[in-house]
């Protein structure tokens, strides 16, 4: 677990979601890139698409993952500049309330 896992960058999203496209192995496209597979499998794991009413455009998708990994580091940069942001979340997880919970409660107090 040590190794440090650096995230894909757009140019390479859009490589990857073109690849898929053409059934390319995510063998072949990791080693294009220069990636290892499972960071290959991770990204495409955490920034899929699905729609249940439009099923067609499910998938992956280079700017909806691009914007699904921002989203995450500003949330992450959120809980950096305001600790008692990110000790409110923590507390709430301990208490074993669910993360869609505490977004809701947040929202709802507008604390975000």
Same mark, same amino acid.
């Given at each position: 677990?040590?190794?440090?896992? !650096?995230? #894909?960058?757009?140019?390479? *999203?859009?490589?990857?979601? !073109?690849?898929?496209g053409a059934k390319m192995?995510? %063998?072949?496209?990791? @080693?294009?890139?220069?990636? @290892?597979? !499972? ?13 249940? +009413? ?5 998938? /992956?998708? %280079? ?5 699904? /990994? +921002?989203?995450?580091? %500003? ?24 993360? +869609? ?5 947040? *929202? #709802?107090?507008?604390?975000t």
């Open positions: 677990m040590g190794t440090h896992y !650096s995230h #894909l960058r757009l140019d390479e *999203r859009r490589k990857l979601a !073109s690849w898929l192995p995510i %063998a072949e496209i990791a @080693d294009r890139l220069g990636r @290892d597979a !499972s960071t290959i499998y991770r990204d495409i794991k955490r920034n899929q698409y699905t729609d249940t +009413e439009l099923p067609e455009l499910n998938g /992956y998708h %280079a700017l909806v993952a691009q914007n699904k /990994y +921002e989203a995450r580091r %500003a949330i992450h940069r959120k809980m950096i500049v305001h600790p008692e942001l990110k000790e409110a979340i923590e507390d709430r997880l301990k208490a074993g309330w669910s993360p +869609e919970q505490i977004a809701g409660r947040m *929202r #709802l107090e507008r604390i």
